[in-house]
């Protein structure tokens, strides 16, 4: 495993940091619930993304959570983007109204890096009924600060993998290879063309956000030998190995990829997946769960393979909504008490019996997947999942060092800004506005100006 050293953001992120960039606009909703104060007594504020997993964990929180503890839980729920600018002011400024929030493995290290989360390993050794170590190394490894130190607990987690059509395989006489290469998938896309009326290969993602279009194609890049930064924070998306990455992922998704593309998100892509317009799929593994659901018009007829490569052995990415407590709460005691309820094993199991199996936020801990109720319901594709999540290298995901952590992001405060106008750049070559090339070299200059910030780091 390549090492690298541990680094320093210039002062100009710090900045950018507490004025509130770290956000991502992918999702939209409303919100609910209430804010108010900084929590006081036998109460804790939570403020969390309105993800169908946390909904229902503010669902069953006062029958459970407050009914064994006295702990009253205050929830604020927002969308993605709301709920990241609201994290990082509050964060930022320490200003102590909100004692929880749901971070990903994006922003901890960064929050870690800055002291605004309180480390969580002292919380730990008190609660011995934890147990840390059932939640999956990569999870914790990703969650860990500079220091060493924990700073966030998961709430759930994913990787990525290659779903697709076992029936039309069969059906067409075509085999999925059991570690596919990228070649070998968009030959398999191009056979696919057709086999039903009006059905395209694959379909893969092309709207712009560095968490859309930038999250699949980056994995892709990595593979292919890419990197954004090389160790010593060179620019390199003009590299031979982008070029190739990118004229790759663009060529595909023109040729055989689902129609209107420069628009499609994961949204678009699981829906075009669930009614019979592709054939193949490259995502998230938290997709299976919507295409093996009760009604799903594909359960049952759907195949998953790991994420495609061609340099490296592994390329799926690692994502996880997880809970981290703000430096500033003024109940840290109670706050730990919350966090550890709900990413727990025994959550878990409540959301099993009441809720059932299937929605269970699932990928974080290694007895989920020897759990008999979660490995039958969540049988086609629950081993694929884990494998995926283990394989996944955030320290190590090319073929070469990396300055920052990321695995489908670079761990600096920057990337949500930088990746957003990547991406753009990228939507346009997939729309046939540009060429790759004219992309790849705006692009650079972009990240150029990055690199003006932490060379010599």
């Given at each position: ?61 006062a029958e459970h959570f407050t009914k064994d503890t006295g702990i009253k839980v205050n929830f604020t729920v927002l969308p993605e983007n709301d709920v990241r600018d609201k994290i990082s002011q509050d964060f930022a400024n320490q200003a102590g109204q909100y004692d929880v929030a749901t971070l990903s493995n994006y922003e901890i290290p960064i929050y870690a890096r800055n002291g605004w ?173 919507s295409l093996e659901a009760d009604g799903s018009p594909v359960q049952g007829k759907v195949g998953y393979a790991p994420a495609p490569v061609e340099r490296t052995e592994s390329s799926g990415w690692l994502y996880t909504w997880a809970w981290g407590i703000q430096d500033a709460s003024r109940n840290p005691g109670n706050a730990w008490k919350f966090v550890s309820w709900a990413s727990s ?113």
């Amino acid at each position: 495993m390549h090492t690298h050293s541990r680094w320093r953001p210039p002062r100009a992120a710090l900045a950018a940091a507490a004025a509130g960039t770290l956000l991502a606009p992918l999702l939209s909703g409303c919100w609910v619930g209430a804010g108010g104060a900084g929590s006081g007594g036998d109460s804790v504020n939570v403020l969390m993304v309105n993800n169908p997993q946390m909904v229902e964990l503010q669902k069953l929180t006062a029958e459970h959570f407050t009914k064994d503890t006295g702990i009253k839980v205050n929830f604020t729920v927002l969308p993605e983007n709301d709920v990241r600018d609201k994290i990082s002011q509050d964060f930022a400024n320490q200003a102590g109204q909100y004692d929880v929030a749901t971070l990903s493995n994006y922003e901890i290290p960064i929050y870690a890096r800055n002291g605004w989360l309180k480390e969580m390993d002292s919380y730990v050794a008190d609660d011995p009924g934890y147990d840390q170590q059932d939640v999956l190394e990569p999870m914790r490894r990703s969650l860990t600060g500079d220091d060493g130190k924990l700073y966030g607990q998961p709430f759930y987690g994913e990787s990525s993998f290659l779903m697709y059509r076992k029936d039309l395989f069969e059906r067409e006489g075509l085999t999925m290879p059991a570690r596919p290469t990228w070649q070998q998938v968009a030959g398999l896309a191009a056979e696919l063309d057709g086999a039903e009326p009006g059905m395209k290969g694959i379909c893969l993602r092309g709207l712009p956000g560095w968490g859309e279009v930038m999250a699949p194609l980056t994995t892709v890049v990595n593979t292919f030998g890419g990197t954004w930064f090389d160790e010593d924070w060179n620019a390199r998306l003009d590299s031979p190995e982008w070029q190739k990455a990118v004229k790759f992922y663009v060529d595909l998704v023109r040729e055989h990829g689902e129609s209107g593309a420069p628009q499609a998100g994961f949204a678009e892509c699981l829906n075009n997946m669930t009614q019979g317009k592709v054939a193949m799929w490259y995502d998230a593994t938290s997709a299976a769960g919507s295409l093996e659901a009760d009604g799903s018009p594909v359960q049952g007829k759907v195949g998953y393979a790991p994420a495609p490569v061609e340099r490296t052995e592994s390329s799926g990415w690692l994502y996880t909504w997880a809970w981290g407590i703000q430096d500033a709460s003024r109940n840290p005691g109670n706050a730990w008490k919350f966090v550890s309820w709900a990413s727990s094993k025994e959550y878990e199991q409540l959301v099993g019996d009441e809720i059932g199996w299937s929605n269970i936020p699932a990928g974080k801990r290694a007895s989920t997947y020897a759990n008999p109720d979660y490995r039958a319901e969540a049988a086609a594709f629950q081993e694929m999942t884990k494998e995926a999540i283990e394989q996944a290298r955030p320290d190590d995901p090319g073929v070469q060092p990396r300055p920052a952590p990321g695995i489908q992001f670079v761990g600096i405060p920057e990337f949500t800004d930088l990746g957003t106008r990547v991406s753009q750049e990228i939507s346009a070559a997939i729309a046939g506005r540009q060429s790759v090339a004219s992309a790849l070299r705006k692009s650079q200059q972009l990240a150029e100006e990055i690199s003006e910030e932490y060379e010599g780091r």
